[in-house]
């Protein structure tokens, strides 16, 4: 009778063990169900890809007519029609609408001055994206870019390997890491974990990256916190904090799922966009150009990109 | 001086303020007690451990020197000799009188000298290994297949026509052997090359750029481009992060050409035959305590010591002790080599914290030179044209010798482990 109760006991207390151990983070997201280390972490090992229209603009906005457009034949916004660059795409050039990926009232809190800078990169988006140059695409916008991305959660440090231009972020897990002492394009990652939540504070941003193909951008002074949590096998829940006073007003969040690519074989594949970009760059440098009017039956595209002063590769890259 | 010459200021922003030479040279002895390292570790789910950053803590060159044909190792008087008669060369590098005497003493050889000078040379002591090679037993690379030899062939070609009215050929220096002076400038020289444009490889002539052209950006090489970066890479340093179904292998190298590698553990057949990659297509599976690694797939672009879309590796990751990793590639291209060969690599593991910190690869985003060397070109005809500057032809543009890596192409100050 005696040894009955204890076992009882003591099964009830591995029972209650069990559960704490599985009741999940903060969200309750995931639980039992989600691959772990065997240490009891979630596992975010895999191949990742947002599937959604952040990497146009995380705001949400309406398709649009191109990538590119011109004031058509009737004077209105809405009545816009593409322009040189992308006439010949059709409508493989047209941009998706989006509902947005940012929260509360949809707004990026954009100091006054600030505002005016995010509309010029806008309106000059072929001159200004550092994506259109094969740049390292930054932190977060590396995350939702439309091209899978791995992740590798090692022992000690997990790792991140991006398709696009083949960058690559390291999340630190070691506090006791010292800071780097230079800007960059990737940032400097250190991880913790909140239960079964990954917390991830950025910084040391060079402020050359943008958050979108819309103009959203950031300085020197960004930091992040990401928040991913595993909300079943296969979705990262995964949000965003983004402080930077010398751009924002107050912090702001964007979030997202992220899929894990199911195919059986997913794999990450070359993207090494240098060479796609050569030609954008330093093809008016060639001896004897590429581009030439097109003749006979062949779609004759005169394309005038002229190139503002201060937006040179060199200006640009010292700015 | 009225050569102005500006492959050798090519990239140079990856890395700028990271490298501090010392201004007396030192062979570094990175190399550490061996019996102090503890055994193997393995990860929780019972993998050998292969994480941490590794990278060569000797130099150990890929083929055996040829005085030394029949040995597999140094003795360590020979080390002590040679590791003295390296620093004495790398020494001699920075008076610019003994470029002169070399030979030199060119614009096109001082500049472009000076950049691989503080670029490229290896501050290491020798290993013990006469040279990775381990197979054939000779340490040498097997013999040039036909496609090879051809390709090499017009390469050369090519490459010593559009040097031959330069002063280069004109004074018989090492980078025109196999060529000859002419006056008159090659009338083809804007002609498509015979093969795409990738690396130096044995073309005769150090410093920077492949060949000497800059019509395209295509012109100057895979280095000038920032996409120099191969597998295997005997240089740089990796990170490598390990999950149970991939492992992440992050190098850094080429100064600011790094890139990220991530290699599934699968049996998975390889991709379609028609993709190809700069990077080949990896497929991992463990062999008792080996990561062992098939690579194929790569892309007719892609460059390793002139293999392209046919070569094949296996690649062996083995963990000798707490601070070893033994590196070891199988390399198969019977259109490249007659007979496969296999080199092995010692990698030591660095300090996480010391090395904590994140290179980046910036080469392509601070590739200021690129932009430099087709402006410059262009002013250049541009002036011939009117009159007002002398033939561009007349100007060595790439691969026109130099120091490179610290040493003369030929004679005393050569490399001795050549």
């Known amino acids: 009778m005696v040894d009955r109760v204890k076992s009882g006991l003591m099964v009830g207390v591995l029972f209650i063990g069990m559960a704490a151990c599985n009741v999940g983070g903060p969200d309750g997201a995931g639980g039992a169900s989600v691959p772990r280390t065997p240490d009891g972490r979630p596992d975010f090992s895999g191949i990742w890809q947002a599937n959604n229209e952040a990497h146009w603009d995380l705001q949400a906005h309406e398709a649009r007519a191109g990538m590119i457009t011109q004031e058509g034949a009737y004077p209105y916004d809405y009545a816009r029609v593409p322009a040189a660059p992308v006439l010949a795409l059709g409508a493989a050039a047209g941009v998706p609408g989006s509902i947005g990926v940012v929260d509360g009232d949809g707004e990026i809190p954009y100091t006054a001055e600030a505002a005016v800078i995010k509309q010029e990169n806008f309106d000059n988006w072929v001159d200004r994206d550092p994506e259109l140059k094969c740049y390292l ?57 909140e239960g079964d939540s990954l917390i991830v504070d950025s910084n040391y941003f060079n402020g050359r990256t943008w958050f979108d193909r819309a103009g959203n951008y950031h300085s020197e002074q960004l930091t992040l916190t990401e928040k991913l949590t595993l909300q079943t096998p296969n979705v990262i829940q995964y949000e965003v904090t983004i402080e ?26 070359d993207y090494r966009c240098i060479e796609f970009a050569e030609e954008f760059m330093y093809g008016g440098l060639r001896k004897e150009q590429l581009v030439k009017r097109w003749e006979s039956e062949t779609m004759i595209i005169d394309v005038t990109r002229k190139i503002p002063p201060g937006e040179r590769l060199h200006e640009w890259y010292g700015r | 001086m009225s050569k102005i010459y500006l492959a050798g200021i090519v990239v140079l922003v990856g890395l700028v303020g990271v490298l501090q030479l010392p201004n007396v040279v030192q062979l570094v002895d990175a190399q550490t007690e061996e019996s102090a390292a503890g055994p193997a570790p393995t990860t929780s789910w019972g993998d050998p451990d292969l994480e941490g950053i590794w990278t060569r803590d000797a130099e150990v060159p890929l083929q055996r020197p040829s005085s030394f044909r029949d040995r597999e190792f140094f003795t360590d008087d020979e080390r002590a000799d040679l590791d003295r008669r390296r620093a004495e060369i790398i020494a001699r590098d920075a008076s610019r009188e003994r470029r002169d005497s070399n030979g030199g003493g060119t614009a096109e050889q001082d500049v472009g000298g000076a950049y691989n000078a503080e670029i490229y040379i290896s501050h290491l002591r020798l290993g013990q290994r006469t040279s990775m090679i381990v197979d054939p037993p000779n340490g040498q690379l097997p013999e040039l297949a036909p496609r090879a030899k051809e390709e090499h062939a017009a390469l050369l070609d090519f490459s010593l026509n559009l040097k031959r009215a330069t002063e280069v050929c004109e004074n018989d220096l090492p980078a025109c052997r196999g060529g000859e002076y002419n ?56 990170r490598i992060v390990q999950s149970k179904n991939q492992i992440a292998i992050f190098y850094d190298t080429g100064q600011g050409q790094g890139w990220h590698r991530t290699v599934p553990i699968s049996d998975a057949p390889h991709l379609p035959s028609n993709v190809r990659q700069w990077w080949g297509d990896s497929r991992a599976r463990w062999e008792d305590d080996t990561l062992v690694v098939d690579v194929t797939n790569f892309s007719p672009k892609s460059n390793f010591l ?51 910190i994140y290179y980046e690869p910036r080469c392509h985003e601070g590739n200021y030179g690129m932009a430099a060397l087709l402006i410059g070109a262009r002013e250049d005809e541009r002036a011939f044209a009117e009159g007002s500057g002398e033939d561009p032809a007349l100007k060595c543009l790439g691969a026109c010798g130099g120091f490179a890596a610290g040493f003369a192409d030929e004679g005393d100050d050569a490399n001795p482990l050549r």
């Open chain 2, 183 to 238: 006056t008159t400038p090659w009338e083809d020289r804007d002609i498509t090359p015979p093969f795409y444009i990738t690396s130096r490889n044995a073309l005769p002539g150090g410093g920077g750029g492949v060949v000497s052209r800059s019509n395209h950006p295509e012109d100057r090489g895979h280095g000038e481009r920032c996409m120099s970066s191969t597998i295997p890479d005997f240089r740089g340093f990796r």
């Open chain 2, 306 to 356: 002139g293999a392209h879309e046919n070569l094949h590796l296996i690649e062996r990751w083995r963990r000798l002790d707490a601070e070893t990793l033994e590196y070891t590639v199988t390399v198969d291209d019977p259109t490249t080599w007659v007979e496969p060969w296999t080199a092995v690599q010692t990698l030591k593991k660095q300090a996480d914290q010391m090395n904590r």
């Open chain 1, 137 to 193: 695409p930054g932190v977060p916008r590396a995350m939702y870019m439309p091209y899978p991305f791995s992740v590798t959660q090692g022992a000690n440090q997990i790792q991140m390997g991006f398709t696009f231009s083949n960058a690559a972020r390291l999340i630190h897990m070691d506090p006791e890491t010292t800071l780097p002492p230079d800007y960059t394009y990737m940032g400097f990652s250190l991880g913790r974990w």
């Open chain 1, 244 to 269: 930077d006073p010398e751009v924002f007003t107050r912090p702001w969040t964007i979030s997202m799922p992220l899929y894990r690519r199911m195919e059986p074989n997913a794999q990450l594949l």
